[in-house]
């Protein structure tokens, strides 16, 4: 089974900070990964994902993540905060022997404030 | 803008009621998907469709029925609802519900029971 943990459920980071939040992973195969950002009374969008390939993966909003598997982690950052970055970001994954109807495990998300 | 269309985006429905949150998505995807969000939560999944056939029922309550009448349409047909059913329910959609393809959100429909 997969689990996937995001440690601290508040970060707050001044504008023009960098941005930092966590995720790691428990799974027996490395995992399909992917990081959603969800703002109030919105869905959920996806910022980046990572599958095969490059472990330095570039998303939308200036955002970042690298895969690390020695370390189980899916780390997502941010050079520089804006305040349209405050939003609840949930790191989510995959199984890759899951073939079709695929389930996403969630994180429980990190709610990301920016202050000015 | 999101792709994927929810209707309505609020919901207030006393516990005898029927009725039916729809979702719609015109990008060609094959696989649809009914999530359940309490506040300060993840998604909990509900439903799957591929290629328009149940593929998941995560043990969801009768109460709830889903449908799916063709590749862009899904719906969420509700009856007799308990107050705990209050939520945001969330449809999604993916190229072909293979685990490395991304799913696409919808904005919601906020779902309170009286």
């Known amino acids: 089974a997969q689990s996937v943990t995001q440690l601290g459920s508040h970060v707050s980071v001044s504008e023009g900070a960098l941005v930092l939040l966590r995720c790691n992973y428990s799974s027996s195969v490395p995992p399909y990964l992917f990081w959603y950002v969800q703002y109030p009374n919105q869905g959920l969008q996806l910022l980046l994902k990572y599958t095969t390939g490059a472990t330095l993966v570039k998303g939308i909003n200036g955002f970042e993540a690298e895969f690390k598997k020695s370390e189980t982690s899916f780390h997502l950052t941010k050079p520089s905060a804006h305040m349209s970055d405050a939003a609840e970001y949930f790191c989510a994954v995959s199984d890759p022997r899951g073939g079709s109807n695929y389930k996403l495990t969630f994180g429980k998300g990190t709610l990301l404030t920016v202050n000015p | 803008d999101t792709e994927v269309t929810q209707t309505p985006k609020h919901l207030v429905m006393g516990m005898t009621n029927k009725k039916s949150l729809k979702c719609e998505q015109h990008?060609?995807?094959?696989?649809m998907y009914w999530y359940k969000q309490k506040a300060k939560k993840p998604p909990e999944l509900m439903f799957v469709?591929?290629?328009?056939?149940?593929?998941i029922n995560e043990s969801v309550p009768s109460r709830f029925s889903p449908e799916c009448p063709n590749s862009s349409l899904l719906n969420l047909h509700l009856h007799a609802l308990q107050p705990e059913d209050s939520a945001l329910y969330l449809c999604?959609?993916?190229?072909?519900?293979?685990?490395?393809?991304?799913?696409?959100f919808g904005d919601g429909t906020r779902l309170s029971i009286l």
């Open positions: 999604a959609s993916s190229q072909g519900g293979y685990s490395n393809q991304p799913q696409h």
């Open positions: 469709y591929s290629y328009e056939k149940l593929s």
């Open positions: 990008m060609g995807h094959r696989a």
